[in-house]
């Protein structure tokens, strides 16, 4: 499926999600059974752990439809780069999402470090330790709220500089075979805002 066929399947269906009308594919037993056979994913998410943020649900797909990545702040480190590479270089997927959501718990710690308000211990710093490099721009603060939601899309677009650096990525950019976009989920209604 070519990227912007993807695109358009991906906002369809979390049009449908928002609205109440989920459809649910492509989870009946014979479709799951047709999978053991091979599957070719549309689009590739790397999401939050999160589970408020749910990718098949709030974009409304089903089995085989998503090679989907979910981690702590989706944030990326070389693993993640790995599954990346892989669902594009053997699932032949298109469309690249990286997908935030808003009140998301890892930004927001590492916001409180970046103000020198706590410090993250074990492997959760390691978490923290690869969104602070997107909050240079912040100035430290004690109304970690009122920073929230624009450090969400700065981590966000954090995670995308990263894909876009991939020497792999690069090049099928330049062919225009792939897309790989950045979006932040607004949890209360299920909307997902796609960033310019
Ligand atoms: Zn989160």
Redesign the pocket.
Known sequence: MECEEAWLRLKAGNERFVRGCSLHPHQAKDWRLALAYGHRPFATILG???PT?PPELLFDQGFGDLFVIRV???VVAPDILGSIQYAGAHLGTRLFVVL??DG????RAALEEHAGRSTQAGFIASVVHLIRPALQAFAPTDDLLSQLDAAVEANVRWSLRHLLEMPSARKALEQKHVKIVGAVCETRTGVVRFLE
């Open positions: 939050c752990s999160d943020a702590a702040g989706n935030g959501h998301c718990g890892a930004v």
